[in-house]
T-cell receptor, first 114, second 109 residues
Protein backbone atom coordinates (compact mmCIF):
# COMPACT_ATOMS: atom_id res chain seq x y z
CA UNK A 1 0.00 0.00 0.00
CA UNK A 2 1.09 3.58 -0.58
CA UNK A 3 2.72 5.35 2.34
CA UNK A 4 2.21 8.83 3.73
CA UNK A 5 2.93 11.43 1.06
CA UNK A 6 4.22 14.93 1.79
CA UNK A 7 5.11 17.88 -0.38
CA UNK A 8 7.21 19.78 -0.93
CA UNK A 9 10.28 17.91 0.28
CA UNK A 10 12.33 21.08 0.69
CA UNK A 11 11.45 24.75 1.06
CA UNK A 12 13.56 27.84 1.60
CA UNK A 13 11.83 31.10 2.49
CA UNK A 14 12.72 34.42 4.04
CA UNK A 15 11.49 35.37 7.48
CA UNK A 16 8.03 36.95 7.56
CA UNK A 17 7.00 35.04 4.42
CA UNK A 18 4.30 32.38 4.48
CA UNK A 19 4.57 28.70 3.61
CA UNK A 20 2.23 25.72 3.35
CA UNK A 21 2.86 22.00 3.59
CA UNK A 22 0.62 19.24 2.29
CA UNK A 23 0.08 15.70 3.58
CA UNK A 24 -1.84 12.75 2.16
CA UNK A 25 -2.19 9.98 4.76
CA UNK A 26 -2.51 6.26 4.21
CA UNK A 27 -5.97 5.41 2.91
CA UNK A 28 -8.38 4.57 5.71
CA UNK A 29 -6.29 6.11 8.48
CA UNK A 30 -8.54 8.20 10.70
CA UNK A 31 -5.80 9.88 12.72
CA UNK A 32 -3.35 12.38 11.27
CA UNK A 33 -0.44 14.06 13.06
CA UNK A 34 1.84 16.99 12.29
CA UNK A 35 5.21 17.07 14.05
CA UNK A 36 8.04 19.59 14.09
CA UNK A 37 11.53 18.15 14.38
CA UNK A 38 14.40 20.52 15.08
CA UNK A 39 17.87 19.21 14.27
CA UNK A 40 19.17 16.92 17.02
CA UNK A 41 15.81 16.63 18.81
CA UNK A 42 12.92 14.20 18.75
CA UNK A 43 9.69 15.05 16.91
CA UNK A 44 7.38 17.46 18.74
CA UNK A 45 3.64 17.06 18.15
CA UNK A 46 2.03 20.22 16.76
CA UNK A 47 -1.49 19.01 16.06
CA UNK A 48 -3.44 15.75 15.93
CA UNK A 49 -6.66 15.16 13.99
CA UNK A 50 -9.18 12.39 14.36
CA UNK A 51 -11.03 12.39 11.03
CA UNK A 52 -11.54 16.15 10.49
CA UNK A 53 -11.71 17.11 14.17
CA UNK A 54 -8.81 18.35 16.29
CA UNK A 55 -7.81 16.04 19.16
CA UNK A 56 -4.76 17.95 20.43
CA UNK A 57 -3.27 21.27 19.32
CA UNK A 58 -1.82 22.30 22.67
CA UNK A 59 1.70 22.82 21.27
CA UNK A 60 0.68 24.58 18.06
CA UNK A 61 1.79 28.26 18.04
CA UNK A 62 -1.63 29.46 17.00
CA UNK A 63 -0.56 33.05 16.37
CA UNK A 64 1.39 31.91 13.31
CA UNK A 65 0.60 28.25 12.62
CA UNK A 66 -2.67 26.84 11.32
CA UNK A 67 -3.73 23.44 10.08
CA UNK A 68 -6.80 21.92 8.55
CA UNK A 69 -7.97 18.51 7.45
CA UNK A 70 -10.89 18.96 5.12
CA UNK A 71 -13.07 15.91 4.48
CA UNK A 72 -10.97 13.90 6.95
CA UNK A 73 -8.32 12.94 4.41
CA UNK A 74 -5.60 15.35 3.19
CA UNK A 75 -4.20 18.00 5.47
CA UNK A 76 -2.32 21.27 5.13
CA UNK A 77 -0.11 23.01 7.68
CA UNK A 78 0.56 26.73 7.20
CA UNK A 79 3.02 29.12 8.79
CA UNK A 80 2.39 32.84 8.45
CA UNK A 81 4.59 34.75 9.08
CA UNK A 82 7.64 32.49 9.39
CA UNK A 83 10.41 33.11 11.93
CA UNK A 84 14.02 31.93 11.88
CA UNK A 85 13.27 29.45 14.68
CA UNK A 86 10.71 27.69 12.47
CA UNK A 87 13.56 26.12 10.50
CA UNK A 88 12.97 22.41 11.02
CA UNK A 89 11.67 19.24 9.40
CA UNK A 90 7.88 19.02 9.40
CA UNK A 91 6.68 15.45 9.60
CA UNK A 92 3.22 14.13 8.86
CA UNK A 93 2.09 10.77 10.23
CA UNK A 94 -1.12 8.77 10.18
CA UNK A 95 -2.59 5.83 12.07
CA UNK A 96 -5.78 3.79 12.11
CA UNK A 97 -6.78 5.30 15.46
CA UNK A 98 -5.47 7.33 18.38
CA UNK A 99 -4.85 4.51 20.86
CA UNK A 100 -2.90 1.31 20.50
CA UNK A 101 -2.05 1.79 16.83
CA UNK A 102 1.32 2.45 15.26
CA UNK A 103 2.01 5.66 13.39
CA UNK A 104 3.30 5.72 9.84
CA UNK A 105 5.45 8.71 8.96
CA UNK A 106 6.02 10.53 5.70
CA UNK A 107 9.49 11.63 4.53
CA UNK A 108 9.04 15.13 5.91
CA UNK A 109 9.47 18.65 4.55
CA UNK A 110 12.72 20.40 5.41
CA UNK A 111 12.04 24.11 5.92
CA UNK A 112 14.83 26.66 6.02
CA UNK A 113 13.93 30.21 7.05
CA UNK A 114 16.60 32.81 6.20
CA UNK B 1 2.78 13.93 29.54
CA UNK B 2 3.80 10.30 29.97
CA UNK B 3 7.59 10.37 30.05
CA UNK B 4 10.30 7.88 29.08
CA UNK B 5 14.03 7.94 29.80
CA UNK B 6 16.61 6.49 27.42
CA UNK B 7 20.42 6.65 27.24
CA UNK B 8 21.65 9.27 24.79
CA UNK B 9 23.83 6.85 22.86
CA UNK B 10 24.89 3.22 22.59
CA UNK B 11 27.39 1.29 20.51
CA UNK B 12 27.25 -2.21 19.16
CA UNK B 13 29.33 -4.48 16.99
CA UNK B 14 27.88 -5.78 13.76
CA UNK B 15 26.14 -9.17 14.02
CA UNK B 16 25.94 -8.97 17.80
CA UNK B 17 22.69 -8.55 19.78
CA UNK B 18 21.75 -5.08 21.01
CA UNK B 19 19.63 -4.35 24.07
CA UNK B 20 18.20 -0.81 24.11
CA UNK B 21 16.72 0.10 27.51
CA UNK B 22 13.85 2.44 28.32
CA UNK B 23 12.51 3.53 31.70
CA UNK B 24 8.89 4.61 32.06
CA UNK B 25 8.27 4.61 35.80
CA UNK B 26 5.12 6.75 35.54
CA UNK B 27 3.38 4.40 33.08
CA UNK B 28 -0.30 3.84 33.73
CA UNK B 29 -2.14 0.57 33.36
CA UNK B 30 -3.53 1.23 29.89
CA UNK B 31 -0.49 2.88 28.25
CA UNK B 32 1.03 1.06 25.29
CA UNK B 33 4.82 1.02 24.87
CA UNK B 34 5.87 1.86 21.31
CA UNK B 35 9.31 1.85 19.70
CA UNK B 36 10.25 3.75 16.57
CA UNK B 37 13.55 4.31 14.84
CA UNK B 38 14.74 7.10 12.60
CA UNK B 39 17.44 6.64 10.01
CA UNK B 40 19.34 9.72 8.82
CA UNK B 41 17.26 12.05 6.64
CA UNK B 42 14.12 9.89 6.96
CA UNK B 43 10.91 10.03 8.95
CA UNK B 44 10.57 7.76 11.99
CA UNK B 45 9.73 4.12 11.29
CA UNK B 46 7.56 1.93 13.50
CA UNK B 47 9.46 -0.97 15.06
CA UNK B 48 7.26 -2.72 17.63
CA UNK B 49 4.77 -2.12 20.42
CA UNK B 50 3.31 -3.96 23.38
CA UNK B 51 1.15 -3.64 26.47
CA UNK B 52 2.12 -6.27 29.03
CA UNK B 53 3.53 -9.35 27.32
CA UNK B 54 6.78 -9.66 25.44
CA UNK B 55 6.40 -9.21 21.68
CA UNK B 56 8.35 -10.45 18.68
CA UNK B 57 8.24 -9.41 15.05
CA UNK B 58 10.53 -9.63 12.05
CA UNK B 59 12.45 -6.53 13.09
CA UNK B 60 12.94 -6.92 16.81
CA UNK B 61 11.73 -8.21 20.17
CA UNK B 62 10.25 -6.16 22.98
CA UNK B 63 10.79 -7.32 26.56
CA UNK B 64 8.51 -5.62 29.10
CA UNK B 65 9.30 -5.75 32.83
CA UNK B 66 6.72 -7.39 35.05
CA UNK B 67 5.92 -4.05 36.76
CA UNK B 68 5.89 -2.35 33.31
CA UNK B 69 8.16 0.42 34.55
CA UNK B 70 10.84 -0.45 32.02
CA UNK B 71 11.23 -2.19 28.70
CA UNK B 72 14.04 -3.32 26.41
CA UNK B 73 14.15 -3.37 22.63
CA UNK B 74 16.24 -6.28 21.41
CA UNK B 75 17.85 -6.38 17.98
CA UNK B 76 19.03 -9.95 17.66
CA UNK B 77 21.85 -9.37 15.15
CA UNK B 78 22.73 -5.75 14.54
CA UNK B 79 23.62 -4.72 11.01
CA UNK B 80 25.06 -1.45 9.75
CA UNK B 81 21.57 -0.57 8.51
CA UNK B 82 20.31 -0.64 12.10
CA UNK B 83 22.34 2.48 12.93
CA UNK B 84 19.63 5.01 13.81
CA UNK B 85 17.99 6.97 16.60
CA UNK B 86 15.64 4.72 18.57
CA UNK B 87 12.64 6.25 20.35
CA UNK B 88 10.65 4.64 23.14
CA UNK B 89 7.30 6.35 23.69
CA UNK B 90 4.11 5.75 25.65
CA UNK B 91 0.76 5.84 23.85
CA UNK B 92 -1.92 6.84 26.34
CA UNK B 93 -5.65 6.21 26.06
CA UNK B 94 -6.08 9.94 25.51
CA UNK B 95 -4.15 9.43 22.28
CA UNK B 96 -0.97 11.18 23.44
CA UNK B 97 2.43 9.91 22.28
CA UNK B 98 5.35 12.12 23.34
CA UNK B 99 8.75 11.61 21.69
CA UNK B 100 11.91 12.29 23.69
CA UNK B 101 15.37 12.63 22.16
CA UNK B 102 15.90 8.87 21.84
CA UNK B 103 19.03 6.70 21.83
CA UNK B 104 21.52 7.06 18.99
CA UNK B 105 22.74 3.57 18.11
CA UNK B 106 26.11 3.26 16.40
CA UNK B 107 26.95 -0.10 14.82
CA UNK B 108 30.63 -0.83 14.28
CA UNK B 109 31.74 -3.18 11.50
Amino acid sequence: EAGVAQSPRYKIIEKRQSVAFWCNPISGHATLYWYQQILGQGPKLLIQFQNNGVVDDSQLPKDRFSAERLKGVDSTLKIQPAKLEDSAVYLCASSLGIFGYEQYFGPGTRLTVT
Amino acid sequence: DAKTTQPNSMESNEEEPVHLPCNHSTISGTDYIHWYRQLPSQGPEYVIHGLTSNVNNRMASLAIAEDRKSSTLILHRATLRDAAVYYCILNTNAGKSTFGDGTTLTVKP
